[in-house]
């Protein structure tokens, strides 16, 4: 069953420390994408991909960083730079960036101690 | 830069009445234009597409949304609520000057009253 799957589905961090965020997808999308939902505000664009080895920031990168060394995965490091974390995170992936279709995973909920 | 302004932050409609969701954009280039839905707990479903064929899209579930360049607006419209299409709606943009990264409005939350 093809998809995108993102673990886990509720996270806890504590002051200081960095959490990571999976998200893999067996579709066989070139491109993927994480987003950060918060209420009133939409989907906020945090980094892309484009290809594996490649990626860009998006809108909100400061406190992030991802990294794309398989096509199939695309994880999200929240680091102790990102003062405000608390947010739902959600990970895409489209067969190309100027594809017509996204493909979303359930999302991560993101919570601080 | 593309940008899509949702005009509602709620839309409250009873059940069997019909559904306007407001969208306007923002594009210097031939834009292609989506709506997406999230139910409670659920993740993010397409519900049409515009790519620059014909104006009015059909979408899934009864619902369908107009392009129209003049007004630069992409509305989705529902002849008759249904209990079940309460939840968040999502409009976005995406074209060439944003190397077509999609763009997601603020989203709109729909109240289905019975």
Known sequence: ?113 | AQSVTQLDSHVSVSEGTPVLLRCNYSSSYSPSLFWYVQHPNKGLQLLLKYTSAATLVKGINGFEAEFKKSETSFHLTKPSAHMSDAAEYFCVVSDSGGSYIPTFGRGTSLIVHP
């Open chain 1, 1 to 113: 069953d093809g998809g995108i799957t993102q673990s886990p589905k509720y996270l806890f961090r504590k002051e200081g420390q960095n959490v990571t965020l999976s998200c893999e997808q067996n579709l066989n999308h070139d491109a993927m994408y994480w987003y950060r939902q918060d209420p009133g505000q939409g989907l906020r664009l945090i980094y892309y991909s484009q290809i594996v080895n490649d990626f860009q920031k998006g809108d909100i990168a400061e406190g992030y960083s991802v990294s794309r060394e398989k096509k199939e995965s695309f994880p999200l490091t929240v680091t102790s730079a990102q003062k405000n974390p608390t947010a739902f995170y959600l990970c895409a992936s489209s067969a190309q960036v100027a594809a017509e279709k996204l493909f979303f995973g359930s999302g991560t909920q993101l919570s601080v101690l």
